[in-house]
Each structure stands twice: as structure tokens, then as C-alpha cells.
């Protein structure tokens, strides 16, 4: 993929891996349009980068979606790229989920719906661009599920085998497909779960993660990972099995 040139929306970009690729790609001469849910986020990442775009949009609501998906292909109508990164994770005890059942699913409808809606409403728009692309962001735990992230482990696998099958489907269309797999990365995704079990400041930083993933988009690597996760995806299944047994081993249950 060409890494400069663009225009790119990267959902959840107001932190994290998205901010720190937002900040990059800018840099490389992007055009880069973030959304986020929290509009302080979104102006303090402005504040930082005062190239961006930033646009509210809580993407776990269907409504947001299609009028994110209509303000940015009238306000950027060459925009070429798609970057589904937004993304929560929460620990769910499978014995005990007593919460309203909408908090289970909005994991499910931020990590998978929304990239799943959000490509079939772009794709029709980008097949009319130069150098079209969609960008997806699983994780290494969707190939090795840890048990306390249950739902979010499954939206990741979900994640894969859809890139995989929208990578066939669009192989004519000229839109690429890319899947980016990270490791742990050091971010605030779920930062009571890294407090309590002070794991704050381990992973890679997210300003070498966007590095990899910069290189990795300019190389055509259609999946994108690094250390563990590139260890994760290239595993043979009794490899997996002796990693989810030696990874969730050390997890302290739920019971
Ligand atoms: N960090 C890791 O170790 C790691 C590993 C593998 C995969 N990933 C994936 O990488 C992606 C980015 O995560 P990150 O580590 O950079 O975490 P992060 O710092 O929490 O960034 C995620 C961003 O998405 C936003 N977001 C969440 N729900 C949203 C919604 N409904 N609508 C719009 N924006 C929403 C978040 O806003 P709020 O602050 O309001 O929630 C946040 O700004 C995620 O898909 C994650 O699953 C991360």
C-alpha cells in the first residue's frame, strides 16, 4: 500500500494505537479523519495534531455509523482508506453475567459489528478510489483466547476469518485487505484489568507498534503482527493449544 497520499478515517483514533498511527501518517503527508465516542478526547488529540479531522461518533450505534459513513464521503469524497480500529475489551465471568444484557453485546457490536457494518456501507465508495483499502485490527488472543476476555477474544477471531473472507470476496474489486495483529500493546484498552493486575506499562509502546504497522502496509504484508503475535499467527493448532494452556494457567479465575 502506498503510506502516503491518502485519506484515512481511523475509528477510535483520539488514543492509542489509532493516535499514534493518526500522528504518524500525518506526518508521512495523510490526509487522516479520526472518530472517537468523547469529544475531549478528539479535541485533545487535535490540540495535538492540528492536521486531523475529528468527528464524535460512537460507533457501536448503527445510526452513528451511516451518518459517519455520509459526512466524511461528502466532506473527503476521494477518501481511500478505511481503518476499523476502534475497540473495547472487558472481563466477563461466564458463570456470573447478572449485568444488562446490552453491556455484554456492546463489546460484540464495537468490535465486530461496527467494523463489519461500517466496511459494507464504504466499500460501494471505495471501489470508485484510487488505491482503496480496508484495514481490520484483531489481536494475537484472537488466535489464543485468554478465558477472562471471553466475548472479546471471540470478536477477534471473528475479526480474522472475516478478513479473510472479505479479502476473497473483494479480490476484483482492487480494495486490499489488510489485518493488523497486535500484541500486548501499551494503551488504555481495559485500564482497570491492567491496574489491578499491574500490567500498565507492559507490551510494546504504541508509537513502535503504528511503526510496524506503517512498514507492514508499506511492505503489502496482509497481516501485520510482531513478537507474540507473530508467534500466535503462525502457530500450528498444538501450538495454540500449548499456549491458551500455559497463558490461561497463570490467570487467576473468576471462581
Ligand atoms: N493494546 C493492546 O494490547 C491491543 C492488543 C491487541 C489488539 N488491540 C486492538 O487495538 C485497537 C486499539 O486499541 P488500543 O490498545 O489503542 O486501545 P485504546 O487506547 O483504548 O484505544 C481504543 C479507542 O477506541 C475508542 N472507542 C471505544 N469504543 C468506541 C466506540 N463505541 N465508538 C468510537 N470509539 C470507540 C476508545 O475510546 P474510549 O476511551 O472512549 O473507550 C479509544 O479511543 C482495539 O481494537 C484493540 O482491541 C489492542
Redesign the pocket.
Known sequence: MLISGNIILI?????????CLAEQLVALGNEVII????ED?LTEAKTKIPKLTTRV????KEEERIALFEWVTKEFINLNVLFN?????RDINLLNMDRDWSYYTEEIK??FE?PLHLSSLFIPHLQQQKNPAIIN?????GFAPLSVFPI?CAT?SAIHSLSLTMRFQLRKTGIEIYEVI????????NYESRLRTNTLHI?QS?AEFAAIIIKGLERGDLEISYGLAEKRRTASRTELDEMFNSMNDNVKDFV
Do not use: H, M
Open positions: 475509528t477510535g483514533g483520539a488514543s492509542g494505537i489509532g493516535f472518530c472517537d465516542r468523547r478526547k461518533c460512537d460507533v457501536s480500529n476502534a475497540g473495547i475489551q464495537i468490535n461496527a485490527i484483531s489481536s494475537d488472543l472479546y477477534k497486535p500484541p500486548k500493546v501499551i494503551s488504555e484498552l507490551g504504541t
